[in-house]
């Protein structure tokens, strides 16, 4: 059978059974995930504040949705449900040598907070697979799974989520004639909104704008439509001075990326103003990296559209 042939088959199946949680919503899990983003709720982590809030006790950031049926070491050692249609498809894609993965959107949709000692469910269903394509990583398929939490028989969040499965090109090859050809990027270009348009201006402009509510003060980044310390849609911004620390950092190998020479470094750095951005990290070897590196803010223009910010050592 073909990929088509398996996929088509895979989608005929429909939902996977619904996965149970290994650990029902719990305070230990939403700390280290608020501490980790820097998400200051009170109505996450403070009992008393949230008991006097609109949801009338602690509840759990509705991003976490995913973390709860998230499987773990133990889970991804012993193998997938055997209905996991996104398992079976990423078999069936192994065995056609497109073995590497990368994912390349998710859409998430929240229908209430969940809350400290509820269990939650998940059930998995195979949208379509697209393919095969000519990327800038090397021929794939684009794979879309749709996944439904449940507490009970109610649907508390739903997700799209897409991922390309593809064969790094191996040097002297050429792709397949019958490849639908796609263009490749120079570069990973962001996505610039209403909320964020104020911060590519500023690199452009060659400043590093942070935004400022404009009732309460608070700064935050990366920007958004409403200030989660006082739920005011008042918005400034503050030109930072550009000077922090690295906070965390990867060096990126493998894949390819587009506009990048690897390896690379990017960092999650610690401004001085108190909030973290994470940029590309220049001008030192990924070998010279370290926790609490001192770092500037510089600009790269790519055009005269789009100047990206990144860090060099100070």
């Known amino acids: 059978m073909t990929i088509a042939d398996e996929a088509e088959r895979i989608v005929a199946g429909g939902d996977s059974r619904p996965r149970l949680a290994r650990d029902p919503v719990n305070q230990p899990t939403v700390h280290n995930w608020v501490e980790a983003l820097g998400d200051t709720n009170p109505v996450y982590t403070d009992a008393e ?53 990368v994912a390349t959107n998710s859409e998430q949709n929240y229908f209430r907070y969940l809350r400290p000692g ?30 439904t939490w449940y507490v009970g028989d109610e649907p508390v969040a739903d997700m799209l989520f897409r991922v390309l499965k593809f064969r790094p090109p191996q040097a002297g090859t050429e792709p397949s004639p019958d490849t639908a050809a796609e263009p490749v990027p120079e570069l990973i270009r962001p996505q610039v909104n209403r909320d964020t348009e104020f911060f590519w201006a500023g690199t452009r402009a060659g400043e590093l704008r942070i935004q400022r509510c404009g009732q309460c003060g608070l700064l935050r980044h990366p920007p958004g439509p409403m200030c989660p310390e006082c739920g005011s849609t008042k918005r400034t911004h503050l030109v930072s001075a550009g000077l ?11 894949p390819p990326v587009a506009g990048r020479e690897l390896p690379f470094v990017v960092a999650l750095v610690e401004l001085d103003e108190g909030v973290r951005l994470l940029a590309e990290l220049t001008g030192v070897a990924p070998a010279d990296v370290r926790i609490g590196l001192p770092v500037r803010i510089a600009f790269r223009a790519v055009d005269d559209e789009l100047t990206l910010p990144t860090w060099e050592p100070r």
Do not use: C
């Not at 006097?52 to 049926?69: D, F």
């Not at 379509?128 to 879309?144: C, I, N, Q, S, Y």
């Not at 922090?244 to 493998?254: A, P």
């Open 49 to 101: 504040l949230a008991d006097q809030s609109i949801h009338k006790g602690l509840v759990a950031p509705p991003a976490m949705a995913q973390v709860w049926t998230m499987g773990g070491l133990v889970r991804q050692n012993g193998g997938r449900a055997t209905d996991d249609p996104l398992g079976a498809i990423m078999a069936v894609l192994d065995g056609a040598g497109f073995t590497s993965v």
């Open 118 to 147: 509820e269990q939650v469910a998940v059930t998995t269903r195979l949208g379509d697979v697209v393919g095969p394509k000519r990327t800038a990583l090397g021929e794939g398929w684009f794979v879309t799974t749709y996944n």
């Open 244 to 254: 922090g620390e690295v906070f965390s950092y990867v060096v990126h190998h493998h």
